[in-house]
């Protein structure tokens, strides 16, 4: 198992803060408390919930997908915390699941990626509707800079290295929070 960094919940906000490494950040918190606080201090994205939509039919595929990928969009436009929440489940597989959208490439989650505008219309992931600025010019929709990506489990210690390996495609660092 990768190594697993340990901090506090106060520390999280300064690691938030800190400059974000080239790999993408699992926090691992059964407590539920992460949760909480990402709801109010990011863009909390439930895609174990969002799954179940698709699964038991409530929703479609394109449905769910656009609801993920307009909330992506926006969160970066206006520098959020992109939060991906895969539950208590330690078989969540995250490229699984975003595989199921049309509109994801595989290498989005890299911050030289989901950071460049240009990236983001070559993939047609902003729609014509979305691409402006905080004024409403159109054209000038940009990323930025504060925004990014994580994901969120609630799953146990116990169970992360199933998790992980569910998720080896991904380049993560696990940060577990006390």
């Known amino acids: 198992m990768d190594k ?15 400059a974000q490494s080239e790999k993408l950040t699992l ?4 407590s539920g408390q992460l949760e909480t606080f990402f709801s109010y201090k ?8 969002e799954k179940i939509k698709i699964d ?13 990928r307009s909330q ?32 994801f490439p595989k290498d989005l ?5 989901f950071k460049n505008t240009k990236y983001l219309r070559k993939h047609n992931l902003i729609k014509e ?3 402006k600025d905080h004024f409403g010019n159109h054209g000038a929709y940009e990323v930025n800079d504060k925004s990014k990506f994580f994901i969120l489990t609630s799953c146990e210690l116990k169970d992360l290295e199933t998790l ?14 006390e």
């Open 27 to 30: 926090f691992i918190n059964p």
């Open 129 to 131: 509707h979305e691409d």
């Open 72 to 103: 992506i969009i926006s969160g970066l436009h206006y520098g959020y915390y992109i939060v991906f929440h895969l539950g208590a489940s330690e078989y969540f597989n995250l490229e699984d699941f975003f595989s199921y959208f049309k509109w």
């Open 109 to 113: 989650f890299l911050n030289a990626n």
């Open 4 to 18: 697993v960094k340990k901090i506090t919940l106060p520390e999280v906000l300064p690691y938030l803060e800190s």
């Open 56 to 68: 038991i039919e409530n929703e479609s595929v394109e449905e769910v997908g656009e609801s993920i």
């Open 42 to 49: 990011g863009k909390l994205i439930e895609i174990n919930k």
């Open 164 to 177: 992980l390996n569910n998720n080896s495609n991904l380049h993560l660092e696990n940060v577990y929070v």
